[in-house]
């Protein structure tokens, strides 16, 4: 019994909780330039993290 836990194999997708911001603004939990403050620039990022958690 101990060994087929053990050799239990499980398909787990992690999960990245994304937030898009809708402006550009800065505050002490957020900084960065006006590129990487961008809502395109994050929606950008979570397609592609979606991309990377999808292989």
């Known amino acids: ?7 239990l194999k ?3 997708k ?3 909780p994304l937030l ?3 402006d550009v603004y800065e ?6 330039d006006e590129k990487s ?5 994050e929606r950008s990022r979570a397609e592609e ?3 990377i958690t999808d292989r």
């Open 1 to 7: 019994m101990v060994n087929e836990a053990l050799n």
């Open 20 to 22: 898009v911001h809708s």
């Open 10 to 12: 499980m398909k787990v």
């Open 27 to 32: 505050e002490p939990c957020r900084v960065g």
């Open 37 to 41: 403050l961008n809502p395109e620039f």
């Open 49 to 51: 993290a979606e991309e």
């Open 14 to 16: 992690p999960v990245f």
